[in-house]
């Protein structure tokens, strides 16, 4: 019989990481959800087979030992989910503009570069794995006023592809979820107003926000078997918006 699958995944103490740790349990994994705040991972107490670890991502250390509980745990370490992501607006001429721009590329890149770093010679080890970067349509396009998180997630997408190539001959995919807007805290608690989400809305192909759930499948679908032959893609789930050239809604001009 194959051994249970581990899975870890990071910034698991909500929106897409919950609802994805609570989907890779469900189809059979272990699971250690990982996140910076040991009180947003409180829910895990009330789901067996999840393990909940904190950890920074952007320090070395903590990859280091959070990869170290899943071998110390379970023998091995199969699915990763770089998921862990931070969003703040960044404006060129702010004072704190350049230590914005650290601290998201700390998370948001250098995160990335650490948990394949760590992840993936164990999983390699173990006979091959897979990993999911969690970017963002920001990564393919630039949104306004937020020219660190664009650049982060850039990075996150190219670091991925690099990885895919580098650990491909050693039995690890790694793939990218490319996320268009998602209700989760990142896009609201006040950080983004009513109005601007309403216009999000309206330009969305698909006329709303996606659920963490459906990010959460096709993070699934990138780690699972069923992709055996994906790695180095770019899964966008965004409701269409990176299909569109520009022009979206149709203006009345256009639809006469
Ligand atoms: N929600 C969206 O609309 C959207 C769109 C595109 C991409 N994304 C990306 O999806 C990922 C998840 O976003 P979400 O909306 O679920 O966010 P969220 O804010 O709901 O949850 C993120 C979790 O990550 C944790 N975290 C933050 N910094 C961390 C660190 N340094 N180390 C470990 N954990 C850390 C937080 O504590 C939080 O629990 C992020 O990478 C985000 O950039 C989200």
């Not at 698991?12 to 994805?20: K, L, N, P, R, V």
């Not at 087979?49 to 091995?76: F, P």
């Not at 805290?185 to 950080?191: D, E, R």
């Amino acid at each position: 019989m194959d051994p249970t699958p581990v899975a870890l995944v990071t910034g698991a103490g909500a929106g897409i990481g919950e609802a994805t740790a609570r989907l890779l349990r469900e189809r059979g994994h272990v699971v250690l959800a990982v996140d910076i705040s040991p009180e947003a991972l409180s829910w895990v107490d009330s789901v067996d087979g999840i393990q909940a670890v904190a950890a920074d991502v952007s320090s070395e250390a903590d990859n280091a030992a959070m990869v170290r509980t899943a071998v110390d745990s379970y023998g091995r370490l199969d699915v990763a989910v770089l998921n862990a992501g931070i969003a703040r607006r960044t404006h060129w001429e702010a004072e704190d503009a350049v230590e914005a721009y650290d601290r998201i590329m700390a998370v948001n890149a250098r995160g990335v570069v650490l948990g394949v770093r760590h992840a993936a010679p164990v999983m390699a080890e173990g006979g091959g794995g897979s990993i999911v970067v969690v970017a963002s349509t920001s990564g393919v396009r630039a949104d306004p006023e937020r020219f660190a998180y664009n650049a982060s997630k850039a990075a996150a997408i190219n670091l991925a592809r690099a990885a895919a190539l580098d650990w491909a001959a050693r039995g690890v995919r790694v793939n990218v979820l490319a996320p268009g807007p998602t209700s989760t805290a990142i896009l609201q608690g006040g950080k983004v107003s009513p109005e601007h989400l309403a216009e999000l809305t309206r330009n969305i192909p698909l006329q709303r926000m996606a659920r963490p759930e459906e990010q959460a499948e096709a993070i699934c679908f990138l780690a699972s078997p069923a992709a055996s032959f994906v790695t180095g893609a770019v899964l966008m789930c965004d409701g269409g918006i990176t299909a569109n050239a520009g022009i979206f809604p149709p203006p009345p001009l256009l639809t006469a």
